[in-house]
């Protein structure tokens, strides 16, 4: 039912609006708009006693809708949903309006365009409440128990984190060992601590906690059902085990990159070898560093190998955690061993923060650096059993600089690890970079698309081990705070299929990428009908029905075509 | 028509991703027409055929799809499910006699402030070629 008592807020925002969209302007043009009751402008709409005053406005005028024309939506759509479930009306009855960033802002250079589009969008805004409809979450009971999957240190980390704020963890480990990676290096940076003691450390505090319960030799074999309860099957040994869970952290961790064969004489000459191989070769030495049989004076290593890759390779990104790694390796090498030389092939060194510390290390004790391009990659060739590397050093105008090498060390970036049946067992999206992939970045960092699926550590990009347990810890206290209340609310902006439009024809069952859309009967029929627990608000099944039968609950025809009117007036 | 006579284009946006680029393109003042307007969508493959041809009725001279492409958090699907969403109202289009021209799509995501801007402006100097 069209609602007839819209309150319309224009915010100044300080002066970031007002300064070049002329707010009275815009209130005179849409105040007689259709439905409008009330009509105030307000300095800054986000603040306490702008937001107290909706609500005393929505109370005494018995409103039914408001629409706030302010900043992005990114920003205040839970402050005022908030505002208006404060004043007893629907959440769902509010809409936002966009005319700080895609209005004052974007138009700063023509204030008059930016008041004549600030007005069309305001009464777009209002045609789109008029249409709004009271959208009902449900609650349902929700778990306090998180599967962590992956015993790295990530995983670890994130158990510990979720068990001390009264998290149950269930801590599911594939190999027999726990600790990834970690668990098998020596010195590392940017403190020299043992890989294997941190490893350690962790465990025994995951094992003083008596609400983590660690299985090794395990994997998720099967998932049903949605955030907040989640009934998961997990095979541990041969045994298969039931477990009940509100939510998961994955931290299944990252691959080394393996280099093709020949790439950089890989695989044909036997003394190219990798950065992980070359760092367990230093641990493994003492006093003198050999490789076959042969003392070692002079280690080249080649950097971004697998990584920052040209429209040939997959991998663009850059592994972050590499050159920190070669360079640390060679500060171990002088300090663990004489007279080596060390000659750093790289494509511009990406130590930051305090890593820069070990590249100033490495530099005093000598180290050679010459940089190349993509174009101009380093050649390595065998002449009478010498193994030499050829380059053209930018740093010294192009000049082309050949030198003999005992050893080769490719320093190989970070891959995805192989994951697939997971990925699709928790339908985690996977980016561009093959990694798992976030909703945002910045503003979302460790949540999926998919609710009750967060994602931590190296499985979503490179990451070294203090970035892994940030992103870890981050993981942890935000799916605390969501089950810790012991219920979830659920996003009602669903799909809905009007039955009696419906003629079974399973388009929309197909485009649904959720499984969402079952089968139910209507009037005798068989119809298309949602799935609420799995739908996800995507629309993608709307566009497909030929009888234009679904309807985006906040995205519905009269909502989308009220606004297309007002704009294009 | 805007009151500069200026061609009017609707973009439909996409909430997490392309929206965004659009809101760092405000703030990093890269500025386009004012004539451009937005409607932000959960995700580019469900903007409906009909939303489209509704906009050319009413006066628009183009739509604009900022497609989520390859980083829709909804799945892989969302780049070739919207393609068909444009394939569709391109021959609905035809049977107007609009240009294919006047409906078009690219790929933006949450950091495209200026291609977005890039494309918009490009696409609006089309539109007043073919309106000239
Ligand atoms: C050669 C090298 C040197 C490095 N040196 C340093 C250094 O000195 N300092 C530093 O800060 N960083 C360093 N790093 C980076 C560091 O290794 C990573 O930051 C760290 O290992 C990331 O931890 P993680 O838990 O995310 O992943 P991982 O270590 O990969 O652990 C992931 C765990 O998940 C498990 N798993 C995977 N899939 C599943 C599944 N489906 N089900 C159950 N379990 C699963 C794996 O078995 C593994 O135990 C180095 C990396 C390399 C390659
Ligand atoms: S961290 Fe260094 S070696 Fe690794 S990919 Fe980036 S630039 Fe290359
Ligand atoms: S809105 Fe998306 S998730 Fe929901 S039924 Fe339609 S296609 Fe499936
Ligand atoms: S696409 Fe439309 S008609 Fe076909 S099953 Fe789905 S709702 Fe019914």
């Known amino acids: 039912m069209t609602k007839k008592k819209i309150g319309v807020y224009v915010c100044h925002c300080g002066g970031n609006i007002s300064d070049y969209v002329d707010i009275e302007k815009v209130k005179e043009a849409v105040k007689d708009e259709a439905n409008v009751y009330l009509l105030k402008n307000t300095l800054f709409a986000c603040s306490d006693s702008s937001q107290k005053e909706m609500v005393a406005d929505i109370q005494t005028n018995e409103l039914d809708a408001i629409v706030v024309a302010s900043c992005s939506p990114k920003l205040h759509v839970p402050t005022f949903r908030g505002v208006a479930q404060r004043a007893g009306m629907n959440p769902y009855n509010y809409v936002q309006v966009n005319i700080r960033e895609q209005g004052s802002w974007a138009h700063s250079d023509n204030p008059k365009g930016a008041t004549e589009k600030a007005i069309l969008l305001v009464k777009a805004g209002i045609a789109r409440a008029a249409e709004s409809e009271a959208l009902t979450s449900s609650k349902i009971p929700a778990a306090n128990v998180v599967a962590v999957i992956g015993a790295g240190v990530g995983g670890m980390r994130s158990a510990i984190a979720l068990a001390d704020m009264g998290t149950e963890v269930y801590l599911i480990e594939k190999e027999k060992n726990v600790g990834g990676h970690v668990a098998n290096f020596g010195s590392l940076f940017t403190t020299d601590k043992m890989g294997y003691e941190l490893s350690a450390n962790l465990l025994s505090e995951v094992k003083k906690r008596e609400n983590i319960k660690l299985f090794t030799n395990a994997e998720i074999v099967e998932k049903k059902g949605s955030i907040g309860n989640f009934d998961i099957q997990v095979k541990v040994d041969n045994d298969v085990l039931p477990l009940h869970v509100g939510a998961f952290v994955v931290n299944t961790g990252f691959d080394s990159y393996q280099p093709q064969q020949g790439e950089y004489g890989f695989g044909e000459q036997t003394n190219v070898i990798t950065l992980p191989e070359f760092k367990k070769l230093i641990d493994n030495s003492s006093e003198r560093l050999i490789f076959n049989g042969k003392a070692i004076k002079k280690v080249a290593y080649i950097y971004c190998v697998g990584s920052r890759q040209n429209d040939e390779g997959d991998n663009k990104y850059c592994s972050r955690y590499c050159c920190t790694a070669a360079i640390h390796a060679s500060v171990q090498v002088n300090k663990k061993f004489k007279d080596v030389t060390n000659l750093h092939f790289n494509r511009g060194i990406r130590t930051y923060g305090k890593q820069e510390l070990l590249y100033e290390e490495s530099s005093k004790n000598g180290d050679i650096y010459l940089q190349f391009s993509l174009d101009s990659i380093p050649e390595i060739t065998q002449k009478g059993g010498k193994t030499f590397v050829k380059v053209k050093d930018i740093l010294s105008a192009g000049k082309e600089v050949e030198t003999e090498a005992d050893l080769v060390v490719l320093v190989t970036g970070m891959v995805p690890r192989e994951n697939s049946k997971l990925a699709s067992q928790l339908k985690i999206p996977v980016g561009r970079d093959n990694f798992f992939n976030e909703i945002h970045m910045k503003l979302r960092p460790v949540e999926t698309v998919i609710d009750g699926v967060l994602i931590a550590g190296t499985c979503q990009s490179p990451k070294n081990i203090l970035e892994t347990m940030n992103s870890s810890m981050a993981a942890a206290a935000k799916i605390n705070s969501v089950l810790t209340k012991g219920e979830m609310t659920l996003d009602p902006t669903l799909a809905k299929i009007n039955p009696s439009q419906c003629t079974w024809c399973g388009k929309c069952a197909e485009a649904c990428p959720f499984d969402a859309i079952i089968q139910t009967e209507f009037d005798g029929r068989i119809v298309a009908k949602i799935n609420e627990a799995n739908c996800k608000g995507c629309g993608m099944c709307t566009p497909v029905c030929p009888t234009d039968a679904i309807d985006l609950a906040g995205f519905t025809n009269a909502q989308i075509e009220g606004m297309i009117d007002a704009l294009a007036e | ?132």
């Open chain 2, 1 to 132: 028509m805007a009151s500069n006579g200026q061609p009017k284009i609707l973009v439909f946006s996409t909430e997490k991703i392309s929206d965004p680029a659009l809101d760092l393109a405000g703030l990093l003042k890269k500025h386009y027409p004012f004539t451009i307007y937005t409607i932000s969508v959960p995700c580019s493959s469900c903007i409906k055929p009909r939303w489209i041809m509704r906009a050319f009725d009413k006066g628009f001279s183009g739509v604009f799809i900022a497609a989520d492409g390859t980083d829709c958090s909804y799945g892989e699907s969302c780049g070739e499910k919207t393609s068909q969403v444009v394939t569709t109202t391109h021959q609905l289009m035809r049977d107007k006699g609009l240009k294919p021209s006047q409906l078009k799509m690219a790929a933006i995501c949450s950091v495209c402030a200026e291609p977005v801007v890039k494309h918009l402006t490009g696409f609006m100097k089309e539109l007043e070629k073919m309106q000239s």
